[in-house]
Nanobody
Framework: QVQLVESGGGLVQAGGSLGLSCAASGRSFSNYAMGWFRQAPGKEREFVAAINWSGIGTNYADSVKGRFTISRDNAQNTVHLQMKSLKPEDTAVYYC??????????????????WGQGTQVTVSS
């Protein structure tokens, strides 16, 4: 049974910072890429960031490039998303996902096999 558990969401003012974490279990964590997606009310789930199996390769949506940083710790089976310069449009439920492959180039949700329950991030203006 693969489990992904996100933590670290909350309420922050615009311009502030927030860090998300995702703890994985039940799978060979270091063999697969990990990704973060988000879904705002009334919108489709969208890609935020991905990191390849080794942690060397990363990929970001244009909307978060330069503000968000994804990282992973294969010894701890965790993946992190550090967010800075947050904007109200970053408000969404953020989901951690485990990829079908090891590459960070997967930006579509269909390339991810397992998902966390999501954590709410709210950025006030």
């Amino acid at each position: 049974q693969v489990q992904l558990v996100e933590s670290g969401g909350g309420l922050v003012q615009a311009g502030g910072s927030l860090g998300l974490s995702c703890a994985a279990s039940g799978r060979s964590f270091s063999n697969y890429a990990m990704g973060w997606f988000r879904q705002a009310p009334g919108k489709e789930r969208e890609f935020v960031a991905a990191i390849n199996w080794s942690g060397i390769g990363t990929n970001y949506a244009d909307s978060v490039k330069g503000r968000f940083t994804i990282s992973r710790d294969n010894a701890q089976n965790t993946v992190h998303l550090q967010m800075k310069s947050l904007k109200p449009e970053d408000t969404a439920v953020y989901y951690c996902a485990s990829g079908r492959l090891g590459s960070a180039t997967m930006t579509s949700a269909r390339f991810y096999s397992y998902w966390g329950q999501g954590t709410q991030v709210t950025v006030s203006s």
